[in-house]
């Protein structure tokens, strides 16, 4: 006699760890599709911190950039972000290198489609702000799903038999059905579901650092307008620097081999960032800052028998749009759950090839990244593409091929693999090679006319 399938049957028990994106999205797409399914699912998600608190302790301690074709996706699921919780909206980003600045705008950018937003309430000592957390935003989206919020922290979890059984100091929470992971890269959190998942393993992260420093709207509308600001100085020790504007507030995010705070000092001190500070700015004693891991790689067997990881957890887009990984992941797996069983072969046929696809593409992101820095260090080659990119936006609606390629590597808007078949097109890379060449040229002979 053929064995029963393993499926989540009407008023299983699905226990969610993690209130961030990926377990709201998940809980959100469960619940719709149950619901389609004319079944009703108990779905509880576990989330001891407060978003409605200010600063690190209530934050999900991120960069806060949501790109343009996540809020397209986001409004077409009927989830609208309200004006309480985009602090800016994005129309063009600005790279500013040691041989000047450029504005990029993208023509596939619908009226500042991008959006900014805080993870918690706001920075420490923004009272009074008018800031909502987008994951509380999130998390009250869920909840009108039928998403039962718990705000015990799991500290024990065991499998017996085919359940799952959580505890919290002590006490048991609940049995369920279905355990999805959704508790970002914490690794103690991490260390516990690796000792009784069979084969999981949490991705490898490296540290960042992140601060919020407040200017004021009107300062941050005149000086750094609707634009993201990323700034490839050669700074000993960071890669680059992202400023994001938010309200009254900039975020600084810095990824470097080990940002530390006086990174972001040394950089709030550089002249390039000096031009956007108001006259006589001194970095001020304290300010709300943090040092966030990020993962930058993929976790092992994200899945067993009647569990999934999903968003930091299992797969995220290589330093880019991690809500936009949460999103991907989380419905990945609510689908499998709900439309093919929760056994391990579900979960290793459905979800599974979701995960390996957002790791593949990772790779052509290293290669990316690896081939701007690159750039960013020798300076014939920094000036010739920065030249070229200068003369595509003069006239952004035609043809911009290298303005597109910085476009979607830092915004995230593209699969890293799409961009670096591009940018490898002969065409891009004869082109640069000739720039290389003939600018020097050019110049020598302007010099040699104006002697």
């Known amino acids: 006699m053929k064995e029963a399938k393993a499926i989540l049957h009407d008023g299983a028990r699905v226990a969610i760890i993690g209130g961030g994106p990926a377990g709201s999205f998940f809980g959100i797409f469960a619940s719709k599709l149950a619901q389609d399914m004319g079944k009703t699912l108990d779905l509880t998600l576990y989330e001891r911190k407060s978003f409605f608190t200010h600063g690190a302790s209530g934050c999900n301690m991120c960069a806060g950039v949501i790109s343009e074709s996540l809020v397209q996706t986001l409004a077409l699921e009927g989830i609208n972000l309200p004006s309480t919780v985009v602090q800016w909206s994005i129309e063009s980003y600005f790279f500013h290198t040691l041989e000047g600045s450029v504005e990029i705008k993208s023509s596939r950018l619908r009226q500042r489609g991008i959006a900014t937003v805080f993870r918690g309430s706001g920075p420490a000592g923004s009272l009074a702000k008018g800031i909502q957390s987008f994951d509380e935003f999130l998390l009250g989206k869920a909840m009108e799903h039928g998403v039962c919020v718990n705000r015990s922290f799991i500290d024990k979890v065991c499998r017996e038999g085919e359940k799952t059984k959580l505890y919290s100091a002590g006490n048991i929470l609940q049995e369920c059905d279905l355990l999805v992971g959704a508790f970002g890269i914490k690794g103690a959190t991490g260390k516990m579901y690796e000792d009784i998942i069979t084969g999981y393993k949490v991705p490898p992260t490296v540290k960042t650092a992140q601060s919020e420093i407040e200017l004021g709207n009107d300062w941050i509308a005149h000086r750094f307008g609707h634009s993201i600001h990323i700034f490839l100085l050669r700074i000993p020790g960071i890669k680059f620097v992202s400023v994001i504007p938010k309200g009254d507030y900039i975020t600084i995010s810095v990824l470097g081999k080990d940002p530390k705070l006086d990174h972001i000092r040394a950089f709030l001190d550089h002249a390039a960032m000096k031009k956007f500070l108001p006259s ?104 010739s593409y920065f030249n070229i990119v200068q003369g595509e936006q003069k006239n952004p609606e035609k043809n911009t091929p290298y303005s597109d390629i910085l476009w979607d590597m830092f915004t995230g808007s593209r699969f890293y693999k799409d961009i670096f078949f591009r940018a490898l097109h002969p065409w891009c890379i004869i082109y640069l090679l000739g720039a290389v060449v003939i600018y020097p040229l050019k110049k020598a002979v302007f010099s040699f006319i104006n002697r």
Do not use: M, Q, W
């Open 280 to 383: 006589g700015f001194k970095v001020p004693e304290k300010f709300c800052h943090c040092f966030p891991k990020i993962s930058v790689g993929a976790a092992r067997n994200p899945f067993a028998a009647r569990t999934a990881f999903v968003g930091d957890a299992s797969s995220t887009r290589l330093y880019k749009d991690g809500i936009g990984s949460a999103y991907i992941t989380a419905k990945a797996a609510a689908h499998t759950a709900l439309l093919h069983g929760i056994e391990e072969k579900d979960f290793r046929e459905y979800y599974f090839p979701t995960c390996k696809f957002l790791n593949r593409d990772n790779l052509f992101g290293r290669l990316l990244f690896a081939a701007n820095n690159l750039i960013s260090f020798i300076s014939p080659i920094s000036r």
